[in-house]
T-cell receptor
């Protein structure tokens, strides 16, 4: 079964509104989670690293005021796309590292955001 | 230059065929390597890790060539269910960040 749960799986919103996406680790604690974005036929691009109890680390070119990340607990990170525009329409995926011997990354189911 | 580059394909093969493809990575300090599988509109799922000596998991064989900085995946006896996009993923040793290739699309036809 899934070890990382992401909600919602899809959302359609109007331009100018904000959308919150949740990422939960289900049976382990994740001090670090990652948020990716994937446009059609392109690779997953890391947007930011979410650190529990501290500020997120954003990749170059990602606006921290537009993509708000909150990692308030060891099992939950949220990404809020503020004042969404059509160009923000994409597939957003979170992942968490379960720190076993192979430190495998597990991914949420992804959220398909469409801004109209 | 992209950190991880893959031939996008598509590779169209008949059932039972063998298909192989590579990916190259730019950072020579990379230490961990993986192949993930991504189905259309779904999240990536780990197919297999890639070890220095090469490794096999059923019909899947992965190889790593550190000198040339490339990783390969070979699928034997292809099944219809192998149709997917295969993502080459690389991680630095002291960093949990993953770098993804854009994926190689494989379509297995009956």
């Amino acid at each position: 079964g899934a070890v990382v749960s992401q909600h919602p799986s899809w959302v359609i919103c109007k331009s100018g509104t904000s959308v919150k996406i949740e990422c939960r680790s289900l049976d382990f604690q994740a001090t670090t989670m990652f948020w990716y974005r994937q446009f059609p036929k392109q690779s997953l691009m890391l947007m930011a690293t979410s650190n529990e109890g501290s500020k997120a680390t954003y990749e170059q070119g990602v606006e921290k005021d537009k993509f708000l990340i909150n990692h308030a607990s060891l099992t939950l990170s949220t990404l809020t796309v503020t004042s969404a525009h059509p160009e923000d329409s994409s597939f957003y995926i979170c992942s968490a590292i379960r720190q076993l011997s192979n430190t495998e990354a597990f991914f949420g189911q992804g959220t398909r955001l469409t801004v109209v | 230059r992209k950190e991880v580059e893959q031939d996008p394909g598509p590779f169209n093969v008949p059932e039972g065929a063998t298909v192989a493809f590579n990916c190259t990575y730019s950072n020579s300090a990379s230490q961990s390597f993986f192949w993930y599988r991504q189905d259309c509109r779904k999240e990536p799922k780990l197919l297999m890790s890639v070890y220095s000596s090469g490794n096999e998991d059923g019909r899947f064989t992965a190889q790593l060539n550190r000198a040339s900085q490339y990783i390969s995946l070979l699928i034997r006896d292809s099944k219809l269910s192998d149709s997917a996009t295969y993502l080459c993923v690389v991680r630095l040793s002291n960093d949990y960040k993953l770098s993804f290739g854009a994926g190689t699309t494989v379509t297995v036809r009956a």
